[in-house]
Nanobody, 113 residues
Framework: QVQLVESGGGSVQPGGSLRLSCAASGFSFSGRSVSWYRQAPGKERESVAVISSNGRDTDYADSVKGRFTISRDNTKYMVYLQMNSLTSEDTAVYYC??????WGQGIQVTVAS
């Protein structure tokens, strides 16, 4: 069974940090690029960060550059998103996506005082 399962979301105050995790199973994970997307209420889903299959190349949306870091551990079938200096603008449901059409179910991140 193909699965991408996000974890690590929750509520945090502005300026705080969260680390999202994405656990993959049931498909060939290590050969695929993986992205984190997010969707805020009333807005379209947007790409936040992407990492190449071997982890050597990454790219970020301008809105999160310098604050978010994507990484992966292919030996554990895991991808991570370290989010620092969070603001209310980062409040959204965050999704893990693996190239080929594999989506996680999403996890809520809320930044509020």
């Amino acid at each position: 069974q193909v699965q991408l399962v996000e974890s690590g979301g929750g509520s945090v105050q502005p300026g705080g940090s969260l680390r999202l995790s994405c656990a993959a199973s049931g498909f060939s994970f290590s050969g695929r690029s993986v992205s984190w997307y997010r969707q805020a209420p009333g807005k379209e889903r947007e790409s936040v960060a992407v990492i190449s299959s071997n982890g050597r190349d990454t790219d970020y949306a301008d809105s999160v550059k310098g604050r978010f870091t994507i990484s992966r551990d292919n030996t554990k079938y895991m991808v991570y998103l370290q989010m620092n200096s969070l603001t209310s603008e980062d409040t959204a449901v965050y999704y893990c996506y693996a190239r080929g059409g594999y989506w996680g179910q999403g996890i809520q991140v809320t930044v509020a005082s």
